[in-house]
């Protein structure tokens, strides 16, 4: 079993629609819970990490933590074509990065 | 600023040639991070430096594979002999502090061996 997993997809959604993403962890130990965005040919760029259980707000996009149930959500709002790329969460344990594989996303104009 | 960059951006050998994978990280970033995503699995740690010194190499897959960093600025991943199981995409990453939440990638280097 892996110790982050995550829907590949892919998932498309019209320009506007509120995107959910979510991962689930099997691994207690976990402490920070991160999501990454990377397009095409790039690296991952870190979009926004939590600590703790519950949400993280920045702009349109919202972070959910539920440690009970082992399972995190990013939400963007108002999508954009812009947002169209793959979508990984992270999570560490003593400063190891476990990744999902990624959730290929397209915002259709 | 510039960021981590990697060279080369592509790489295509032949099964049992040698590959040297280069990182530049971001200017004044101790810690160095080298990570691997083979097809359709996850990105997966294979090591960590802070300046020259080998902090966690628990991910390196076997003994083919051979990172440094000399001086405590860019780094190399050797990879000798290769294998077909190499192929996929290596990725550095670089923070100022020993703390994943502040580490910035590279474009990676995408490796197809045949």
């Known amino acids: 079993q892996k110790e982050v997993e995550q829907d590949p997809g892919p998932l498309s959604v019209p320009e506007g629609a509120i995107v959910s993403l979510n991962c689930t962890y099997s691994n207690s130990a976990f402490q920070y819970f991160m999501w990454y965005r990377q397009y095409s040919r790039k690296g991952p760029e870190l979009l926004m990490y939590?600590?703790?259980?519950g949400n993280k707000e920045d702009g349109r996009f919202t972070a959910q933590v539920d440690k009970s149930s082992k399972y995190i959500s990013l939400f963007i709002r108002d999508s954009q074509p812009s947002d169209s790329a793959t979508y990984l969460c992270?999570?560490?344990?003593?400063?190891?990065?476990?990744f999902g594989t990624g959730t290929r996303l397209t915002v259709i104009p | 600023e510039a960021g981590v960059t990697q060279f080369p951006s592509h790489s295509v050998i032949e099964k049992g040639q040698t590959v040297t994978l280069r990182c530049d990280p971001i200017?004044?970033?101790?810690?160095l991070y080298w990570y691997r995503r083979v097809m359709g699995k996850e990105i997966k740690f294979l090591l960590h430096?802070?300046?020259?010194?080998?902090?966690?190499e628990s991910g390196m897959p076997n003994n083919r594979f051979l990172a440094e960093r000399t001086g405590g600025t860019y780094s190399t991943l050797k990879v000798q002999p290769a294998e077909l199981e190499d192929s996929g995409v290596y990725f550095c990453?670089?923070?100022?502090?020993?703390?994943?939440?502040?580490?910035?990638f590279g474009q990676g280097t995408r490796l197809t061996v045949v």
């Open positions: 200017s004044g970033h101790d810690n």
């Open positions: 990453a670089s923070s100022q502090e020993d703390l994943n939440t502040e580490a910035f």
């Open positions: 430096f802070v300046k020259e010194s080998k902090q966690d």
């Open positions: 992270a999570m560490t344990e003593a400063n190891n990065l476990f």
């Open positions: 939590t600590y703790s259980s």
